[in-house]
């Protein structure tokens, strides 16, 4: 079950929140001033989210090997990716900040 619980009452009640989690596998939204901040969820959704994320990263990279763009090759195909979806209206017309 997932529920969204002040930062106050998180503070208050954590010993029974944490209970929850391992025995019901309940997912805590820890909210401040009504917007979330935080959540408490069981281990394994953790684990279980530090593995795709890795595998996640490991693909982006294994992808941009692939590629083996030179970096303003790089940057052209961005930027033009950004006009396409400006275009499209998916995206801000703010310009592009070069670091």
Not at 67 to 72: E, F, M, N, S
Not at 77 to 99: F, H, K, N, S
Request: charged share 30%.
């Amino acid at each position: 079950m997932e529920k969204a619980v002040g930062a106050f009452e998180a503070r208050r009640s954590f010993g029974k929140i944490l209970q929850g989690v391992v025995s019901r596998g309940d997912r805590i939204v820890v909210e401040r001033h009504g917007q979330p901040v935080a959540a408490v969820v069981p281990i394994q959704v953790y684990e279980q989210w530090k593995r795709r994320r890795e595998a996640f990263f490991d693909q982006i990279e294994a992808a941009a090997r692939r590629a083996d763009l030179a970096a303003d090759q790089a940057d052209r195909l961005v930027d033009e990716a950004i006009q396409a979806t400006r275009a499209q209206g998916g995206w801000p017309a703010a310009p592009r900040e070069d670091t």
